[in-house]
T-cell receptor, first 117, second 114 residues
Framework: AQSVTQLDSQVPVFEEAPVELRCNYS??????LFWYVQYPNQGLQLLLK??????LVESINGFEAEFNKSQTSFHLRKPSVHISDTAEYFC???????????????FGKGTKLSVIP | EAQVTQNPRYLITVTGKKLTVTCSQN?????MSWYRQDPGLGLRQIYY???????DKGDVPEGYKVSRKEKRNFPLILESPSPNQTSLYFC?????????????FGPGTRLTVL
């Protein structure tokens, strides 16, 4: 079984400041890792994912996340946030093997990012 | 446009009155799923379906039913709603069962049970 811990439920940050949203996971098997974003009054959208290869993955809107196997973390960062980044961010994990259970995504409880003008 | 649609978007009902929330996707996805989102609890999976006529329980299935008679539709049924089912519900779909495929979410249904 997998579990995901998002260490901060709310993160306020000033516009153009950097931000880091923390995510730690627990799993007895290798995993795939995801960040989803939920803008106000919308469903979730995939922001970025780590499957294999380079441990640093990037999104098209300037976010990046780094997979750290030894620390079982997948923190999300952005060097300069915009008002439009205000949203709730969810970290998620799934097993990387094939077979029973491999289709399940386990979500963290979410981090609300509020960008202050 | 590729999308997952849900209806209704908002619903207020009373305890015990059966209701159905519809979900439809136009991407020919095999896998579909229902989640509920509650403050401080994140998303919890209610039921999922690997394909037509194949459904299974998620983490919080009590009080809910689903069916998958067609590939594109996956309705969520509350036979006798109770106030603790007041929540924001999301339907999602993805290609095949593997979780590395992007999961597409509907816009959500906000349900209030009085």
């Amino acid at each position: 079984a997998q579990s995901v811990t998002q260490l901060d439920s709310q993160v306020p940050v000033f516009e153009e400041a950097p931000v880091e949203l923390r995510c730690n996971y627990s799993s007895s098997v290798s995993v795939y890792l995801f960040w989803y974003v939920q803008y106000p009054n919308q469903g979730l959208q995939l922001l970025l994912k780590y499957l294999s290869g380079s441990t640093l993955v990037e999104s098209i809107n300037g976010f990046e996340a780094e997979f750290n196997k030894s620390q079982t973390s997948f923190h999300l960062r952005k060097p300069s946030v915009h008002i439009s980044d205000t949203a709730e961010y969810f970290c998620a994990v799934s097993p990387s093997y094939s077979g029973a259970g491999s289709y399940q995504l386990t979500f963290g409880k979410g981090t609300k990012l509020s960008v202050i003008p | 446009e590729a999308q997952v649609t849900q209806n209704p978007r908002y619903l207020i009902t009373v305890t015990g009155k059966k209701l159905t929330v519809t979900c439809s996707q136009n991407m020919n996805h095999e896998y579909m799923s229902w989640y509920r989102q509650d403050p401080g609890l994140g998303l919890r999976q209610i039921y999922y379906s690997m394909n037509v006529e194949v459904t299974d329980k998620g983490d919080v299935p009590e009080g809910y039913k689903v069916s998958r008679k067609e590939k594109r539709n996956f309705p969520l049924i509350l036979e006798s709603p109770s106030p603790n089912q007041t929540s924001l519900y999301f339907c999602a779909s993805r290609e095949s069962g593997r979780a590395y495929n992007e999961q597409f979410f509907g816009p959500g249904t906000r349900l209030t049970v009085l």
